[in-house]
């Protein structure tokens, strides 16, 4: 089970901030939240959305060990 959080926006939509969830990778983590949630799998995808593997942000698919944390961050603004 990999811990997911969701940040900003992307908690709003989703409606829910951290959950518990049985995947094998970052690929098939966003695949199972797209079947749930189809809005919030579009979201994840999109533009200046990053992903944290265990506080390190990381790009492309990547394996999940158990106990993993995978944080989903909206894109930054600010100046």
């Known amino acids: ?4 959080l969701l940040f900003g ?6 409606g829910w901030r951290e959950r518990e969830i ?3 990778s970052i690929a098939g983590l966003k695949a199972l939240i ?3 949630d189809a809005r919030l799998g579009e979201a994840l995808g999109g ?3 990053q992903v ?3 506080q390190a942000i990381v790009r492309g698919d990547r394996p999940l060990a158990a106990g993993a944390e995978v944080a989903f961050l909206p894109p930054m603004s600010g100046g």
């Open 9 to 14: 926006p992307l908690r709003d939509l989703a």
């Open 47 to 49: 533009p200046g959305v």
């Open 52 to 54: 944290a593997l265990d």
């Open 22 to 24: 049985d995947a094998a």
């Open 1 to 4: 089970m990999a811990k997911v």
């Open 34 to 36: 797209a079947a749930e």
